[in-house]
């Protein structure tokens, strides 16, 4: 009796390892069969035999009921390719436990390796900047990174190298049982862009309050006008906010100076920011574009095509590297399983975007951090260099 009870027990065990195992390498078809429609996949890596094996290795070793395993087996399909706006996550589900990440650390151990590293270092101690909870980054494997809460000990997020200054992190999220990959996280100015995270409490001025004006244009000086452009999304709405807003103030910009500010712009698309292109390209006086590392998407397009101008100065810092092909539908697609949802990618790539792609757009003139306001500076080297 008990033989035969051991036989039904293996013969269940074996049976729900091949159920998950068929379920995981299900996700993994339909995640690669959505990637062959990309165009980034069709200007990258359609013809290249590597990721094809690449992909039959992975549906060979699926056999695993740890959900997490087969996430970080899903995203090795997403590594190879240069596209910073694709996203995979774990659908926020209640019922799934996440098991996090703790390692042991010992504070005094720490205290004493990071005491000495440079504040520009990418290991060390980091403040969240929503919270203000001390966390550490520290190396776990030749291209691996773990950022550790040290009040929780959690891992928060883990780093794998993809470049020279790049990362794509695997972002623990508070949602129920959800994980998100944050692509092309990097630190510029003490500060893990993409991840918002940040070295020391001194006050950073290459990063800007998200809460100030949407678009704006005011005079600093008779002879130095400031033009604000915090989006450029294309809803309707937006569209004609933007608009409404550029049809009042033109009249006004015809100054000898001209900053426009850039920073923190995360994209939209030409609908809305073409018109402001356009008016700058025909603009008679100096103009001098502020960027900063959340300068991303198609406000970096919008750099690349005023920067070789020879009234055209960028000042800043450089920005995201999150420029080429982009979403125009917005829509996302959940794997068979529903355990992952994948937001793809649907626009077109830009040739001459592609090598700014994770690099970002360096500007011209590079703006100290920490010592005051940008636009002081901006104002300072107006005054210096074009008096």
Known sequence: ???????????????????????NIADLDFLYQS????????????HDSSYRQLYESLRKDLNTSDEFEV??????????????????????????KVS??????EHRQLEAKYSDYSLDSLEGFYY??????????YKKSENTYYLQNLNTKEVEAILTKTGAQSFDAIKFLPSPGSYVLNRNVRQSNRTLIGLNYQKGITQNFAALNIGVLQYGYKKLEDHIGYLRLSNFRSSDENIKVATDFFDKVRPSINGENLIVDLRNNGGGGYKTSNQFIQFLKKYKGKIYILQNAYTMSNAEQFIIDLQGAKNVVTLGETTRGTI????????????????????????SGRVKDLPFESAGVKPQVTLDAFSKDWIDQTMNYIKTNHP
């Open 1 to 23: 009796m008990k033989k035969l009870i051991l036989i039904a027990l293996v013969f269940l065990i074996n049976f729900s390892l091949k159920a998950q195992e068929t379920q």
């Open 35 to 46: 990637i062959q429609k990309l165009p980034s996949y069709k200007d990258q890596l359609k």
């Open 71 to 96: 996430y970080q087996k899903l995203l090795q399909l997403i590594y190879p390719i240069k596209d910073n706006h694709l996203g995979l996550w774990r659908n926020p589900d209640s019922s799934n």
């Open 100 to 105: 996090h990440l703790k390692p042991e650390l």
């Open 128 to 137: 969240n900047l929503n919270n203000s909870a001390k966390s550490v980054v």
């Open 324 to 347: 080429t092909y982009g979403s125009n539908q917005g829509k996302t697609l959940k794997v068979p399983s529903g355990r992952f949802v994948f937001y793809p990618t649907d626009m």
